[in-house]
């Protein structure tokens, strides 16, 4: 019987480890952190079998299965459509490689199939809790410890000039800190904030009520310093969103709501003020937010206004580009990272200075926006049943129980996720490529374990 007791918490223990070392694969990159998470599937899978498979799914859980059967079916109709009947005109763009002919080999076919990962990643996070198999506390000590070391590495990259791997960042205005060449630091640091602000909280309870305000303040000044000097501006917004509905959610800290603003309120001030680079950096975020502030209205929208295109962010004519590559699959999308191959062939739409060239070169390899990029992969079918996905977590969230409750475990494990799951799929930013290894791990991860603990507290 011991036998058997200690096989399983070691079973748990080994799945709990590998689950935990994702931040660090993160850091390290995309090779890595792909190894950690077959690892993480083969694993469970020879733990546990068909057991992961044999259980009662939620309404969301369908809807996830079914956004992923969907996935699989654009990725294999558009793989025989354009490999049948595409037009094989060939168009050379710098820095998106066979333009024309990638569409008539297998290259959607083989991302969607590789994307599948991330429904076994979700359906085994979601036996493990419901089964109680997951150690939370490691997942936050590992969040929380790797956040830190983010944190101090940007800061000290600030002070030197380069991070204590002797890495310079590629550019003065933003720092890269351990990501090298690769300008995610501080959208790192958003990520993982929750966790390293509620690891005391949870698992590490200070009674004394003036080291805890102490600590939770340094942690706070910390996060914030970091975010700012990084020079990421989305994250810190994005981080802000967080705080400041944990703050008006949670009782204990409504009391604390001008104390906490006016405090953050000091910190960027004094940043904003007193280092150029932060100031430039920040002073265009606002103006580029004005701008198209001042295009995208409803006025505008509705008429022919005629904006001057010399003046709008470079990220414009990345949206606006969305718009030709969505109506040449509008209903089911062109397939997992086919941007990057329908953008150069949509019909022109502004056609500039040097015709063809410039206007073809708006193309990225995505729009820059989880949404816009999910429409023209995955059509209006796949994007309505993302939405219906995310509806049904944030109705639950907001008005079947966590939110304005005041937060004891296993709620306190709950709010962090949400939080940044909520600010993942926060509507109005700009972003990377949704269906990446970085940025598909870390939603897939909040989304799964966000489920879970919702079903776990409905049951």
């Known amino acids: 019987m011991n036998q058997i007791i200690s096989k399983n918490i070691n079973k748990h223990l080994i799945i709990s480890l590998i ?81 024309g002919d990638a569409n008539y080999d297998f290259t959607i076919l083989i991302k969607t199939i590789a994307f599948m990962r991330y429904l076994f990643v979700y359906l085994i996070i979601r036996f493990l809790i419901e089964k109680n198999y997951l150690k939370f506390n490691l997942f936050f000590f590992s969040s929380a410890f790797f956040c830190f070391f983010v944190c101090l590495d940007v800061i000290f990259q600030f002070f030197v000039g380069v991070d204590i ?13 351990p990501f090298h060449d690769e300008l995610i630091a501080g959208g790192y640091i958003q990520r993982f904030s929750l966790f390293l602000l509620f690891l005391f909280p949870v698992f590490l309870k200070i009674n004394n009520k003036h080291v805890s305000y102490f600590l939770s303040f340094f942690l706070l000044s910390l996060i914030l310093i970091s975010i700012l000097i990084s020079g990421n501006r989305i994250p810190f917004v994005l981080f802000m969103i967080t705080i400041f509905l944990i703050m008006i959610s949670e009782k204990e800290l409504r009391k604390h709501i001008l104390l906490i603003t006016t405090f953050v ?3 960027f001030a004094s940043l904003y003020f007193f280092n150029k680079e932060i100031k430039i950096n920040f002073k265009h975020f ?119 409750k005041n937060y004891i475990i296993p709620r306190k494990i709950e709010v962090p996720f949400f939080m940044l799951f909520f600010a993942e799929i926060f509507p109005f930013k700009t972003s990377g490529s949704f269906f990446t290894s970085f940025n598909s791990t870390f939603i897939f991860i909040v989304l799964a374990v966000t489920v879970a603990l919702i079903n776990k507290r409905k049951t």
Not at 165 to 177: A, C, D, H, Q, W
Request: some cysteine; aromatic content about 18%.
């Open 19 to 99: 689950f935990s070392l994702i931040p660090l694969s993160l850091i390290i990159g995309t090779l890595a952190l792909n190894l950690n998470i077959i690892l993480f599937i083969i694993i469970n899978l020879i733990f546990f079998k068909k057991e992961i498979f044999k259980r009662k799914y939620s309404d969301i859980d369908k809807l996830i299965i079914i956004f992923f059967i969907f996935i699989l079916f654009t990725g294999i109709f558009n793989t025989i459509e354009n490999y049948y009947f595409g037009d094989r005109e060939y168009i050379y763009l710098p820095g998106i490689p066979m333009a």
């Open 265 to 267: 309120v000091i910190i």
């Open 165 to 177: 791997f002797g890495f310079e960042s590629p550019t003065p205005r933003k720092l890269s800190g």
């Open 286 to 404: 606002f103006r580029q937010s004005a701008i198209i502030l001042k295009v995208v209205n409803p006025v505008n929208l509705f008429t022919d206004y005629k904006f001057d295109r010399t003046n709008l962010p470079e990220h414009f004519d990345e949206f606006e580009s969305f718009y030709d590559t969505w109506l040449m699959n509008k209903f089911i999308g062109g397939g997992v990272r086919a941007f990057r191959l329908n953008c150069p062939k949509r019909k022109n739409i502004y056609l500039g200075p040097t015709p063809k060239a410039s206007e073809r070169g708006t193309c990225n390899t995505h729009p820059h926006n989880y949404y816009l990029e999910i429409m023209t992969e995955l059509g209006l079918v796949g994007t309505a049943i993302f939405l219906l996905i995310i509806s049904k977590i944030v109705w639950f969230y907001v008005f079947k129980g966590s939110l304005f």
